[in-house]
């Protein structure tokens, strides 16, 4: 069917296009967020309406048929999954988007009449087949299937060379011939690629990496459209490919890294310094009393969550802990690095999801001043965002990180599951400095008991 | 629409892009990145495309496999960007009404 004719397609897809870029700006202020996001929705509810009123389709049941199918699937997903595990969805979802724009790709290939067009077919191939393979890992990696530490062989700088070689030779032979086969061997060396490129990457770069090939992903999706000759998609995805670098670039900046040393710095040996070992070092561990007497008589305590609050769901217990102190008159502030949880701004979702007091959530900037004045810094499952190595330690993997300065205050308590390093795998010295104690356990039985604790003091 | 007419557009989407996300703060970072990656969803459109102009049943099951992961990016994408967001509301209406763990849970 051919409802509309070729102008009202440009203009209801220009609406579209507009709806993305209104999107994207509203999704940047906190006031507009939510809006934003709703008019996005808003622009692909009209852009899948007009292709089913303007291009001249078969098929119509099956593709109905399949969107249904995608939508059932992803919709409960993304609505009852925890919100510990949304990093690695994100994830997953931009990897079966590049995965879709490479089998587009794929399929144009037969269509394709002159050497440009399969040029861009080539293009969207190989980033998509990346993103698809890269985003499997990196999902693995969050979702703690495979480790994540940064993985490494002695050939991987040659195996990755190889893999590049051949799949630039591939390319050019798709582009001259638009040989089917060849476009497969093309599809399975970007898949090759896209797992070698994330392997080595530390689990705490990961995030970077998550919005890395996000960008990806839109620029494969831009591609297709080339492909196709739709402006949509190109639209759409050139925006998603530029915003997502900035993004990459400032995600990069928030934790100090460089997006080049993430990818590569493992390739150069030595700087995955991390131990794996777990330390025989003598350790001050206290019971859950000793801690409320700490916090009880404090004037100002400083609570630092991190992904072990989470994971235990102890967001709730720690909001109570925070009430019961401030019964007492003491001062009380959670200090929330930009990338505490799994990735930038994840904790204040997770703590908002507690209903954890605005106000009281401090930025690293605001908060780092204000340790030297604190008696005591709670330090609940959060560990390589207070690793002094970060800031003394030139081979460490996180050298460079901005830290919470959490060893300014005059004592230190952590709330750990056991001596197993973070989740970048370095040791953390300041487990073994003399002003700090340990309470091993379960992130919220431990909150719960010092609360239990505090309130009987 | 001819090449160059594309690559003009392309070009200005990149700066378009550059600009609409030139000041966003730390704690916007994910859900921005969660709803870009749920607008390059888009590439249904495309699949839908190749879909509908199937002939043969193989390319039919690719094309509509294409189909599947599309609409999972796209129909996902807003949706959990969407709880990423409730909770950045939830959060003022809390400030307002004034604090304490199980206020505000309905």
């Known amino acids: ?457 | 629409m001819d090449g160059t007419a594309l690559l003009t557009i392309t070009v200005l989407a990149v700066f378009v892009g550059f600009e609409v996300v030139s000041k966003v703060s730390s704690t916007l970072h994910t859900p921005l990145m969660s709803g870009a990656n749920a607008i390059h969803g888009i590439i249904l459109v495309g699949a839908i495309i190749v879909a509908g102009q199937a002939a043969d049943p193989w390319v039919l099951a690719v094309a509509l496999l294409a189909v599947v992961l599309a609409t999972a990016n796209l129909v996902g994408g807003f949706v959990v960007t969407d709880r990423m967001l409730h909770m950045f509301h939830a959060k003022r209406d809390v400030a307002k009404t004034g604090p304490g763990p199980g206020a505000g849970r309905k």
């Open chain 1, 1 to 457: 069917m051919s409802l509309l004719d070729p102008v009202w397609t440009s203009l209801l897809y220009l609406a579209a296009a507009v709806c993305f870029i209104l999107a994207l700006r509203g999704l940047s202020s906190p006031r507009t967020a939510r809006r934003g996001n709703l008019v996005g929705a808003l622009g692909a509810v009209i852009a899948v309406a007009t292709v089913f009123l303007s291009a001249r389709l078969g098929n119509v049941a099956w593709i109905l048929g399949a969107i249904a199918a995608g939508s059932v699937v992803a919709a409960p997903v993304a609505r009852r999954v925890k919100m510990t595990q949304m990093p690695q969805l994100v994830a997953l979802f931009n990897g079966v988007g590049g995965g879709a724009a490479a089998l587009v790709a794929l399929l144009e290939l037969g269509h394709a009449d002159n050497p440009w067009v399969r040029l861009a077919i080539v293009f969207t191939l190989l980033v998509g087949a990346v993103s698809f393979a890269g985003s499997g890992i990196t999902f693995a990696k969050l979702q703690e299937l495979m480790t994540t530490r940064p993985v490494v062989f002695p050939g991987l700088p040659v195996v990755m060379a190889v893999v590049l070689l051949a799949a630039v030779a591939a390319g050019v032979a798709v582009v001259l011939t638009g040989s089917l086969p060849l476009a497969v061997l093309l599809l399975a060396l970007g898949l090759a690629a896209g797992v070698l490129l994330v392997l080595p990457v530390g689990g705490a770069d990961v995030p970077i990496v998550i919005s890395l090939l996000n960008a990806f992903t839109g620029l494969a999706v831009a591609a297709s459209g080339l492909v196709l000759g739709n402006v949509l998609l190109v639209v759409a995805g050139t925006l998603v490919g530029a915003s997502g670098t900035i993004l990459t670039r400032a995600m990069a900046a928030a934790m100090g890294r460089s997006v080049a040393g993430i990818l590569f710095g493992a390739f150069r040996g030595g700087s995955t310094a991390g131990s794996t070992a777990v330390s025989e070092r003598p350790v001050r561990s206290s019971s859950a009393e000793d801690v409320a007497v700490l916090l009880g008589y404090a004037q100002r305590v400083i609570i630092v969550p991190g992904y072990g609050l989470a994971v235990a769901q102890g967001q709730h217990t720690a909001a109570e802990l925070a009430l019961a102190l401030e019964a007492r008159g003491i001062e009380v502030d959670f200090a929330i690095h930009p990338v505490a949880g799994r990735m930038p701004g994840h904790m204040n979702v997770l703590l908002a999801e507690a209903n954890v007091p605005y106000e009281s959530l401090k930025e690293m900037g605001e908060i780092n001043p204000e340790f030297k004045t604190a008696d005591v810094a709670l330090v609940v499952g959060a560990n390589d965002v207070v690793n002094p190595a970060a800031k003394t330690s030139s081979g460490s993997p996180i050298f460079g990180m901005p830290i919470l300065e959490v060893a300014e205050a005059r004592q230190v308590v952590f709330l750990k599951r056991s001596m197993r390093p973070g989740f970048a795998g370095i040791e953390n010295d300041l487990l073994y400095e003399p002003q700090t104690s340990l309470l091993f356990g379960d992130a919220k039985e431990s909150l719960a008991q010092v609360l239990g604790a505090v309130k009987a003091l």
